[in-house]
């Protein structure tokens, strides 16, 4: 069992950052793939980024490429999110989410274990 944490969620205005945290605990993050995904009000869940167990390999929506990284601190079995150029659209609930699967994925059903989710609210 795995639980997740998110942390650092809050009100921007537009050009502003955020950093996002995830916390694990239960289990060490270093075999997990880590993915952060999104909601909007009367939107479906979306994919933001993910970053596989070792090596560091990432994946990121087309609509935060270039604007948010995404990273991992195994020693502290905790990832992030830092968070660039804020935009309205960028307004969501942000879940981090840990998956078993070898290869980096973009879908939700990849996923096994979620947190609860931190509100980002970014102002024009």
């Known amino acids: 069992q795995v639980q997740l944490v998110e942390s650092g969620g809050g009100l921007v205005q537009a050009g502003g950052s955020l950093r996002l945290s995830c916390a694990a605990s239960?289990?060490?993050?270093?075999?997990?793939?880590m993915g952060w995904f999104r909601q909007a009000p009367g939107k479906e869940r979306e994919f933001v980024a993910t970053?596989?167990?070792?090596?560091?390999?990432?994946y990121y929506a087309d609509s935060v490429k270039g604007r948010f990284t995404i990273s991992r601190d195994n020693a502290k079995s905790t990832v992030y999110l830092q968070m660039n150029s804020l935009k309205p659209e960028d307004t969501a609930v942000y879940y981090c989410?840990?998956?078993?699967?070898?290869?980096?994925?973009?879908?939700?059903?990849?996923?096994?274990?979620w947190g609860q989710g931190t509100q980002v609210t970014v102002s024009s």
């Open positions: 239960g289990r060490t993050l270093s075999n997990w793939n």
């Open positions: 970053i596989s167990a070792s090596r560091g390999r990432t």
């Open positions: 989410a840990a998956s078993r699967l070898y290869s980096l994925s973009g879908s939700s059903r990849d996923y096994d274990y």
